[in-house]
């Protein structure tokens, strides 16, 4: 059981580039979502998904697209890099939203750096 | 969700008990009370919830004021691989998943 994996774990992208960050999980979780984090500050909430298909946004959403084809997978675009989009990024899922399955279990998140 | 308040940072001393403060004076009745840590540059990790009771795991124990309002996460016996930011948060039980929100956290550092 791999639980949340994270693809890639460092990139570094020039300001106007595009990229994917994938994000897998294999406890067949219902609920996935994208957070980002500053050097010093807590996660905040980007996009997240409530099952296969559906998508929605979250605190800071501006700059950023999801997809969420398939149940396990959950991917994060950045179609033109802004150095304000440095960062780390983690992914998470959970069972549930609310209540005693709401625990979210993180990958191990991806460093980002647009120069 | 509510909002919650917790002390910046914290020290505790290696195998002493680490009493970790979290204010959420205006949670409602559905929320429940979670707490993550994030060891230096990974993922957070889940520890414990709780609703209204106190709580207890092989990791901690939450204890719950009778009003709610307020909540103390305990490691009863801290060790240097404690030395983590821990986050206090609230959900709701029909929460919407959007309103998932970490804040800053108290950063605890147990020393030698």
């Known amino acids: 059981n791999a639980g949340v994996t994270q693809t890639p774990k460092f990139r570094v992208l020039k300001t106007g580039q595009s990229m994917t960050l994938l994000c897998a999980q294999d406890?067949?979780?219902?609920?996935m979502y994208w957070y980002r984090q500053d050097p010093g500050m807590g996660l905040r909430l980007i996009h997240y998904?409530?099952?296969?298909?559906?998508?929605a946004k979250g605190e800071v959403p501006d700059g950023y697209n999801v997809s969420r084809l398939k149940k396990q997978n959950f991917l994060l675009g950045l179609e033109s890099a802004a150095p304000s989009q440095t960062s780390v990024y983690f992914c998470?899922?959970?069972?549930?939203?609310?209540?005693?399955?709401?625990?979210?279990?993180f990958g191990p998140g991806t460093r980002l750096t647009v120069l | 969700d509510a909002k919650t308040t917790q002390p910046t940072s914290m020290d505790c001393a290696e195998g002493r008990a680490a009493n970790l403060p979290c204010n959420h004076s205006t949670i409602s009745g559905n929320e429940y009370v979670y707490w993550y840590r994030q060891i230096h540059s990974q993922g957070p990790q889940y520890i414990i919830h709780?609703?209204?009771n106190n709580e207890t795991n092989e990791m901690a124990s939450l204890i719950i004021t009778e009003d709610r309002k307020s909540s103390t996460l305990i490691l009863p016996h801290a060790t240097l691989r404690d030395t983590a930011v821990y986050y206090c948060?609230?959900?709701?039980?029909?929460?919407?998943?959007?309103?998932?929100?970490f804040g800053d956290g108290t950063t605890l550092t147990v020393k030698p």
């Open positions: 998470a899922s959970s069972y549930e939203t609310g209540g005693i399955q709401d625990t979210q279990y």
């Open positions: 406890m067949n979780h219902e609920y």
């Open positions: 709780g609703l209204k």
């Open positions: 998904s409530v099952g296969e298909g559906t998508t």
């Open positions: 948060i609230v959900r709701d039980l029909n929460t919407n998943a959007g309103k998932s929100t």
